[in-house]
């Protein structure tokens, strides 16, 4: 109740705001995209870079996204992914666009904004969970989409991401989300969601994954060697039977 008035049930005011959209053309605020168009989400991370260049590899004009939040590791993940992508030479990969949506203000206790607490190497995957991740990742991420005429945003979940924001049911509903909100018909990309990091490793052959950075508490492209995202990739690489190229600090 806003000054003395009543607020009509929810219910109501649906029928009210379709009533007056039934007026208005539904093409008035629909976003055609460019079918060839896909924007990635990228970190400069192993999984995303292997997907990166992998669609790229498929000719599709891919556009590469970068999100500043205000996470310790920012800038030297932007470090690493402007190396690998100088590694993609001849392909159809726009130039980056780094966008900016901080979350300091809400995680400013995390361990990701302070560097106290960094889950360790025998820590459970779970504890690398940011809350909101990929919520405010997407969102922002489908604004950039919107203003460009882009139908398509991958992004890299893997397997052994058991998030709340990283399930089928979830990047459904974000669809659906922007469609309503937006009026772009945005398909949200996760072709590795079944996959181990392992056979991500596999896919991205030949590629330079030695410019990728997965690291918690990263110096340039040295990996720390003793954190959990550290911990995947070390044994990621071991699984795949694939020689690891990264530089760590100290191996666990």
């Not at 190396?83 to 030479?89: M, P, R």
């Not at 979830?170 to 945005?186: D, T, Y």
Request: net charge positive; hydrophobic share 45%; charged share 25%.
């Amino acid at each position: 109740m806003l000054g003395g008035t009543r607020t009509p049930p929810v219910e109501l005011l649906d029928e009210r705001y379709r009533g007056r959209l039934m007026r208005v053309s539904r093409r008035s605020f629909r976003i055609d995209p460019v079918r060839s168009r896909i924007a990635v989400l990228a970190s400069g991370g192993l999984d995303s870079s292997v997907l990166l260049a992998h669609l790229a590899r498929r000719k599709r004009q891919v556009f590469p996204i970068y999100i500043r939040a205000g996470l310790r590791w920012e800038r030297y993940e932007l470090f690493a992914l402007r190396k690998f992508l100088g590694t993609l030479k001849g392909l159809r990969v726009e130039p980056l666009a780094v966008l900016e949506l901080p979350m300091t203000d809400v995680a400013s206790n995390h361990w990701s904004v302070t560097g106290r607490g960094v889950p360790g190497y025998r820590a459970s995957s779970a504890s690398n969970y940011i809350l909101g991740r990929n919520l405010s990742l997407l969102a922002t991420g489908a604004i950039f989409c919107a203003k460009n005429r882009i139908g398509e945003i991958a992004m890299a979940p893997l397997d052994a991401n058991p998030f709340p924001d990283a399930r089928p049911a979830f990047f459904r509903a974000m669809e659906r989300a922007v469609a309503i909100g937006v009026g772009l018909p945005l398909r949200i990309c996760v072709p590795f969601i079944g996959m181990s990091k392992a056979s991500v490793i596999r896919k991205g052959s030949g590629l330079d994954l030695g410019l990728t950075l997965s690291c918690a508490q990263p110096k340039g492209l040295l990996h720390c060697g003793a954190c959990t995202k550290c911990a995947e990739r070390i044994e990621g690489f071991a699984a795949a039977g694939v020689s690891d190229p990264t530089r760590y600090a100290r191996r666990a």
